[in-house]
């Protein structure tokens, strides 16, 4: 199983990116999937996870700024972040939960500057 994570970058204080996650090397549907990140000298920390029903969850940090979706058929998790602010720059991993296991892409850094 493969995760590669991408869409991170600069961007000023209010703005907004978009990133992927695409997963590869697994058959089926994943039981969960996440996005976490971890900012310097922090412990990694969840930002938005979905259930296989559809239903999100999100740390009460992001709530109202980012929004996490899915593309089933393509193996792809999503993270729209918006509204961006200095405090949210961070490495943003995805995870998937699979068969009894965890499982994280590779991470991709989002700096936001003030």
């Known amino acids: 199983v493969q995760l590669q994570a991408s869409g991170g970058g600069l961007v000023q204080a209010g703005g907004s990116l978009r990133l992927s996650c695409a997963a590869s090397g697994f058959i089926g549907s994943v039981n969960y999937m996440g996005w976490y990140r971890q900012a310097p000298g922090k412990e990694r920390e969840l930002v938005a996870r979905?259930?296989?029903?559809?239903?999100?969850n999100y740390a009460d940090s992001v709530k109202g700024r980012f929004t996490i979706s899915r593309d089933i058929r393509k193996k792809m998790s999503y993270l729209q972040v918006a509204d961006l602010k200095p405090e949210d720059t961070a490495v943003y991993y995805c995870k998937i939960y699979w068969r009894g296991a965890d499982y994280w892409g590779q991470g991709t850094l989002v700096t936001v500057s003030s």
């Open positions: 979905m259930a296989p029903s559809g239903e999100a």
